[in-house]
């Protein structure tokens, strides 16, 4: 359960039942995937990779639904737009690019370990990424050169 709390943070998150569904749904599975590192790192990895130029264009406060499915060996793969909050928002140049930039860093994603089910190893994530991106979670390095 100490990794479930770990994960749940604002903006991305992996979440069990009783957790806030706003940001995240999940399948339920004993045991969660876990970026390496943890938590912490998972932020640190977005953050660093993220181009700020692009989330931050526009001052349209959105939330992209993103899911994602961590197979048997940790590899994250076939990801997807679920939803936005608000619901209608219009898929115009600065929308696409923001899509384009989130889709591109998860893409660069290192292999988690996988959520383990009876035995099998298999987990779909449906992650929010929030923007523009102004909440920082990175603890490991000083966030205001962002």
């Known amino acids: 359960m100490l990794v479930l709390s770990f994960i749940c943070t604002i903006n991305l998150k992996v979440c ?3 957790n806030d569904s706003s940001n995240v749904m999940a ?5 969660m995937p876990i970026f390496p590192g943890g938590p912490d ?25 993103i899911t994602f ?9 076939d990801y997807r737009f679920t939803s936005t909050f ?18 591109r ?7 988690w370990e996988p959520a383990k089910q009876y035995d099998k190893r298999f987990r779909q994530v449906l992650i929010a990424i929030k923007t523009p991106y102004t909440e ?3 603890k490991k390095k000083n966030n205001n050169n962002h």
């Open 69 to 77: 499915f961590v197979d048997s060996s940790g590899i994250a793969s």
């Open 136 to 138: 920082f979670r990175c």
């Open 27 to 31: 399948d339920w599975f004993p045991e």
């Open 105 to 111: 860093v998860l893409a660069l994603m290192p292999k």
């Open 16 to 18: 069990s039942q009783t």
């Open 41 to 65: 790192s998972l932020w640190c990895f977005l953050e660093s990779n993220f181009t700020f130029d692009i989330l931050n264009a526009d001052q349209k406060m959105i939330s992209y639904f």
């Open 86 to 103: 608000p619901r209608d928002v219009i898929n115009d140049h600065a929308d696409s690019l923001k899509r384009g930039e989130i889709l």
